[in-house]
């Protein structure tokens, strides 16, 4: 019986297979970070969802367009169809604005989805800018606001807002 026991224990000289350590996953319930480098990003909630941009054949999926001291910061997502962005005339330099405010020439935020949603008196919003840096085209910061359609009398609400965009 001795020698059964010893026969079937035979010893193993292979080295054990290590645990592979979790690899973080993209997934569409996340935000992007904040950052201040030009990353590409920009994300928010739209009522509460997480909406992030996708880009298609025909429009890139985040853009910050400059006209003199006015920029358009926004994203588009190609598979829904939607549009959130922000525009503020004029803007130097890294600061906290509020919209609308009437001393700047164009400052809204709009939420376009089958229909046009815009900030108004009552809907106000913020545009924190973090970094604006026109010489290397880079704009980022955080934002929020709310946005009302007439035609349908319904209001979206766009929070927890962040872009990080090389021009």
Known sequence: MLILLTAA???????PTPTPLPQPTTCDTCLPPITTNGAG???CRVNGKVWL?????????????????????????????DYVS?????????????FPKYDLITARGQ?????????????????HFSRVD?????????????TYSYDKNDTIHVTDGRFDIHK
């Open 111 to 127: 939420y376009i989805a089958n229909r046009y949603y815009i900030t108004d008196s009552l809907r106000t919003g913020y545009i």
């Open 53 to 81: 941009p996708q880009g298609g054949s025909f429009q890139p999926g985040v853009y910050a367009d400059l006209f003199g001291n006015q920029i358009g910061i926004g994203g588009y997502n190609d598979t829904r169809v």
């Open 41 to 43: 990003t920009f994300g």
């Open 9 to 15: 224990c035979k010893k193993n000289n292979t080295t």
């Open 134 to 146: 026109f010489k290397q085209g880079v704009f980022s910061g955080t934002f929020a606001f709310d």
């Open 86 to 98: 922000i525009w503020l005339n004029p803007i130097y330099d890294t600061c906290y604005y509020k």
